[in-house]
């Protein structure tokens, strides 16, 4: 099952609407983010991943009610 399907599947999902999915994944293409995003993924990030912006996406999803907030 791919990542897309995953987040699909995971929706679809009683209470899980809010539950914040960060795609980590070596296509980087704008169209290959915008299917993410579609999907319902929340973020983001392109591997080889740098640690720092993995730390800052995840911190940033870190909220109950699924709306990002802001590490800077």
């Known amino acids: ?3 897309v399907d ?4 995971i929706r679809k999902l009683p209470g899980r609407a809010n539950l ?8 980087a293409f704008t169209e290959d983010r915008e299917k ?9 990030i392109t591997k080889p991943v740098d640690p ?5 996406a995840v ?3 870190l909220s109950s ?8």
């Open 36 to 44: 993410c995003l579609a999907a319902g993924m929340n973020d983001f």
């Open 52 to 56: 720092e912006l993995m730390f800052k």
């Open 59 to 61: 911190y940033r999803w």
């Open 20 to 27: 914040p999915i960060v795609a980590m994944t070596a296509n």
């Open 6 to 9: 995953a987040t699909l599947n």
């Open 65 to 72: 009610n699924g709306v990002p907030s802001n590490p800077e």
């Open 1 to 3: 099952m791919s990542g």
